[in-house]
């Protein structure tokens, strides 16, 4: 019964294991952390639910699905996110997610509470519910998911942030559809050409890129796409320059990359990834 969703599923977890994020990250650290972030999220998720019983993959419907709220109560903070939600749907009432009730934690009820709503709302396709979500990281996200799965970039233009709104949504649907002319309806240039550089594969959109974090995000994905470490060479940050070198370096296994790092002591920071490899 329960609908997770991708992006609301990575922040609902970023915060329960990590604390509530910020949107307004570098883009270094969103671009170079996401993938990593997600990977790590994802093993936690999923030896959270074969811990706590909710695993559908493992588990019968019978056992799987609560019945009522009654069933909820006694689960852990967590779970109860998971089990309100699939308890809402279930009865089709948006009110069960509002009854949510935590002793002495009133950020983490209003966690689970919207989180509760942004399942039922993708249950009942409707996008409108996302404004109702009080979290702004998981309202942001519940736009950015149907954004996704719908491919609408006017959606996109409802959340507020915008990095996140440029990085997490616009370009995701460019990507998903190899258009780079949903690229060009980005309205700052840095993230239309971070985004054009992503969907094309082609460096030449990093050059004229202002932005110093924005400018660095865009090579490192480059080189990384390329598996090629002279693209390396556009990044401004000395310590993002040799991380990109280090990085291509443990992945061909080429230890011979390692004597273009900028910064001396990260040369045998290089050496040691290539042997880690």
């Not at 993959?57 to 006694?74: A, F, G, M």
């Not at 009942?124 to 491919?151: M, N, Y």
């Not at 460096?203 to 994905?221: E, F, R, W």
Request: glycine share 2%; net charge negative; with cysteine.
């Amino acid at each position: 019964m329960r609908e997770v969703h991708g992006f609301v599923l990575i922040i609902l977890l970023s915060i329960y294991f990590f604390g509530c994020v910020s949107l307004a990250e570098s883009q270094e650290k969103i671009e170079s952390n996401l993938a990593e972030s997600q990977e790590k999220i994802n093993g936690e998720l999923e030896a959270t639910e074969n811990q706590s019983g909710l695993n559908p993959s493992i588990q019968t419907p019978d056992t799987l699905i609560p019945d009522s709220v009654d069933d909820c109560v006694n689960l852990s903070d967590y779970d109860k996110a998971f089990c309100f939600s699939d308890v809402a749907v279930l009865k089709n009432d948006i009110e069960v997610c509002k009854s949510i009730r935590l002793e002495n934690n009133s950020q983490q009820q209003q966690l689970n509470i919207d989180y509760c709503m942004a399942v039922f709302a993708f249950h009942k396709e409707d996008v409108g519910l996302c404004s109702q979500l009080q979290t702004t990281p998981l309202r942001e996200a519940c736009f950015i998911d149907f954004a996704i799965s719908s491919k609408n970039t006017r959606i996109c233009d409802e959340v507020t942030d915008e990095q996140n709104k440029y990085t997490n949504c616009y370009t995701k649907i460019a990507e998903l559809q190899s258009d780079t002319e949903i690229c060009g309806r980005i309205e700052n240039s840095d993230y239309m050409n971070l985004c054009k550089a992503k969907v094309s594969k082609e460096v030449k959109y990093c050059t004229p890129i202002n932005d110093v974090g924005i400018s660095d995000a865009c090579y490192l994905q480059s080189a990384w796409d390329d598996m090629d470490w002279k693209s390396c060479s556009g990044i401004r940050d000395e310590m993002h320059h040799d991380f990109c070198l280090a990085a291509i370096a443990a992945q061909l296994k080429d230890e011979t990359i390692c004597v273009n790092v900028i910064i001396e002591q990260n040369f045998q920071n290089c050496l040691y990834e290539v042997e880690k490899a």
